[in-house]
């Protein structure tokens, strides 16, 4: 079985990943901001590491250090993300900070630490194969291409941090490829969830063909699993344009599952 580490695991997906892993028999790794340990999702396989803010600079390297010396991760999933909205006339400065520095800027002193700490499983001096994984949990509200007249504009920070996770996967990718790490990006599917319900967008829930945090782990999981070096650097949509409103003005019809999403 494999050891998971997912950073951002109390709630939403985050914590269906967790509970799906651990229940599988894989050795998660969880971490919270909250200084302690949550209650749920509980399972004998998942150990939680509180204290650990992403949005913090010394976020990675408290992560790194407070794995177990020996620990090495097979896959890496960042789910953790914060997202207020905005408006043209409304646009909110501490908030969109927050969001770019929670969602692009975070992951990448995450996965430095890790790295360099040696605790992401590396091909180098083995005799060759694929190391691990890095999942960057973004949305297709970060491609550019899939943004439509028919959607308007306004959310300026949750569209444009996503965007720069993008990029940040991509150069991760870039720079990770000698040690076998292949880097994913992924749409993991229009949610049903606190986050989204906090921003209005529960009045879509329906009509977009939104899925819970359980359903979006089920066909993420496959996914990564299947996810190897010559996929790396790309930009997935595991459960195809189902829930992407814009997929098929932009992009036509019959799509495949899962979808390659344009940048």
């Given at each position: 079985m494999s050891t998971v580490l997912i950073v951002g695991a109390t709630r939403g997906l985050g914590a269906s990943l967790a509970a799906a892993y651990a229940s599988s028999g894989s050795t998660v790794y969880a971490t919270a901001r909250s200084s302690s340990p949550p209650t749920s999702p509980?399972?004998?396989?998942?150990?939680?590491?509180?204290?650990?803010?992403?949005?913090?600079?010394?976020?990675?390297?408290?992560?790194a250090s407070a794995l177990p010396i020996h620990t090495v991760i097979d896959v890496l999933i960042i789910t953790a993300g914060y997202f207020v909205s905005e408006s043209f006339d409304?646009?909110?400065?501490?908030?969109?900070?927050?969001?770019?520095?929670?969602c692009a800027v975070g992951p990448v002193f995450v996965v430095q630490a890790l790295v360099a700490a040696g605790k992401i499983k590396s091909n180098i001096g083995t005799a060759g194969g694929e190391g691990g994984k890095v999942v960057l949990v973004s949305s297709?509200?970060?491609?550019?291409?899939?943004?439509?007249?028919?959607?308007?504009?306004?959310?300026?920070?949750?569209h444009a941090s996503k965007s720069a996770l993008n990029m940040v996967g991509k150069l991760l990718s870039l720079d990770l490829a000698?040690?076998?790490?292949?880097?994913?990006?992924?749409?993991?599917?229009?949610?049903?969830?606190?986050?989204?319900k906090n921003v209005g967008y529960d009045q879509y829930w329906d009509a977009g063909?939104?899925?819970?945090?359980?359903?979006?782990?089920?066909?993420?999981?496959?996914?990564?699993?299947?996810?190897?070096?010559?996929?790396?650097?790309?930009?997935?949509?595991?459960?195809?344009?189902?829930?992407?409103?814009?997929?098929?003005?932009?992009?036509?019809?019959?799509?495949?599952i899962p979808l390659p999403l344009p940048w």
């Open positions: 509980a399972d004998a396989n998942i150990t939680w590491i509180p204290g650990i803010d992403i949005a913090s600079e010394s976020g990675g390297t408290a992560l409304e646009p909110r400065w501490a908030e969109e900070v927050r969001m770019y520095t929670t297709e509200s970060g491609s550019i291409t899939l943004r439509h007249a028919s959607e308007g504009g306004g959310n300026y920070a949750h000698e040690r076998g790490i292949a880097v994913a990006i992924v749409h993991p599917g229009f949610m049903r969830t606190e986050m989204t063909g939104a899925v819970t945090p359980d359903e979006a782990a089920a066909s993420l999981i496959p996914f990564i699993d299947t996810f190897t070096m010559a996929m790396t650097g790309q930009y997935w949509a595991p459960r195809g344009a189902r829930d992407i409103g814009t997929a098929e003005a932009v992009m036509g019809k019959n799509l495949p």
